[in-house]
């Protein structure tokens, strides 16, 4: 086999994808500033005890899927799966804690190997948030309500479901951890070897199995939330208040688990039909214990995070706001003139295109391959009468321009 390939499960992002890719995460991040979060970029490979601890040996992400190496020094390190244990890993060793609340955005790459399919693949892509240093359900409103309004921007508000269940205290867990152990010890013999490993050491995690004999044995399984505490309840009753509010929709769905311990309250996803089985392009929880558990002072904390890939598959219609103009010379004496039109638009932050070669017909051509929204023409005549034609490449109108209000004209139309 050739190695002149890329590695299965990793996929180059040539310029159009790569320009969608780019079109979610800005999309994301536009947003994210609305609510008032500030971008962070944490490494992408850390030490592998900052996953391994957070994570926990019995996940399937820690025993099967991350990318782990011991470097030049021997030290173990392992590309990211996830970004949340990073940013806390990042809150911690910055010393952020007299900076709460903190409301941060993150984007980049994530890494995990797994069969590789629709929308999945070994290097991926993520956008999220994390808001770290609140108690109250007003975070998680805040943070699913930007979630709802990044997929509702990207044109997918309408073919999203937003799905959520409690996860409650501490108090609530440990009641329905004894419920839960009680239930799946009749059913020891159905679950699958890594199931029953489980069961004692962390029996939360048997809900997040892919196991088809696994899902049918929870299928049946006691509820969380007929465990939940008075307090519990409350805190829900907030969220869901807060969410009708901030008119946002949701469904509540009782099987929706998290299998980590540091994972409390609120848990959501927002789910598709619209790339096949139900899959899910959006989530997150509350996690007020994953700092602490980390080392850290306790600091609790709410995020989401999204499969870049899956969205931009989702938003098809997505369109580039920035789309250049195509600036054409007509014949070799327009040569210079069109380079110094596109020089100077360029100054005033207009993107241009500028072909190399070739007559009309083909540079009319390549200006539709690069997107291009309008077509700046200049030929003989053009100049030597001291104006510029503008095709719209998407309704085909054209009109004439002055060339000393061309700069202007342009450069409004981006404003």
Not at 91 to 106: A, D, R, T, V, W
Not at 309 to 322: P, S, T
């Amino acid at each position: 086999m050739s190695r002149l390939q890329p590695v299965r499960g990793t996929r180059d992002l040539l310029p159009d994808e790569a320009r969608r890719h780019r079109l979610v995460e800005d999309v994301a991040w536009r947003v994210a500033r609305l609510y008032g979060f500030g971008e962070i970029a944490t490494p992408i490979f850390e030490f592998t005890e900052v996953f391994a601890r957070t994570l926990g040996d019995t996940s399937d992400i820690v025993t099967k899927e991350m990318y782990t190496f011991n470097d030049r020094g021997g030290d173990s390190l392992t590309l990211r799966p996830e970004n949340t244990a990073g940013v806390a890993r990042a809150f911690i060793s910055n010393g952020l804690q007299q900076s709460l609340p903190l409301k941060l955005f993150y984007r980049g790459p994530m890494f995990r190997y797994e069969r590789p399919q629709k929308g999945r693949l070994r290097q991926f892509h993520q956008v999220g948030v994390e808001l770290l240093g609140v108690e109250a359900a007003r975070a998680d409103v805040e943070v699913i309500a930007l979630a709802a309004q990044v997929l509702a921007d990207l044109g997918l508000g309408g073919r999203v479901t937003l799905e959520l269940n409690s996860l409650g205290d501490a108090e609530s867990r440990a009641a329905y951890r004894e419920t839960l152990v009680a239930y799946l010890e009749t059913r020891h013999a159905e679950l699958s070897e890594d199931s029953r490993a489980r069961l004692r050491r962390n029996p939360l995690r048997v809900l997040d199995s892919k196991d088809e004999g696994d899902r049918a044995v929870v299928a049946e399984a006691p509820l969380l939330s007929d465990s939940l505490n008075d307090s519990s309840r409350a805190f829900l009753d907030d969220l869901l208040n807060g969410l009708e509010t901030a008119g946002v929709a949701y469904v509540l769905n009782p099987r929706l688990v998290r299998g980590l311990d540091y994972y409390c309250h609120t848990a959501f996803e927002f789910t598709s039909t619209d790339l096949g089985a139900q899959g899910t392009v959006l989530a997150g929880g509350r996690y007020d214990e994953l700092i602490t558990q980390m080392g850290g002072p306790p600091t609790p904390g709410i995020g989401w995070a999204a499969g870049v890939e899956r969205l931009a598959m989702l938003a098809e219609g997505l369109a580039d706001a920035d789309r250049p103009v195509a600036v054409i010379p007509v014949g070799a004496a327009a040569e210079p003139e069109a380079l110094r039109t596109a020089q100077r638009l360029r100054g005033r932050g207009v993107a241009v295109d500028l072909g190399y070669s070739g007559n009309l017909k083909k540079r009319l051509k390549r200006a539709n391959a690069v997107n291009a929204g309008t077509a700046v023409m200049l030929g003989e005549d053009e100049l030597a009468r001291g104006v510029a034609t503008l095709r719209d490449l998407d309704a085909g109108t054209q009109t004439e321009v002055a060339l000393t209000e061309l700069d202007t004209f342009l450069a409004a139309g981006r404003a």
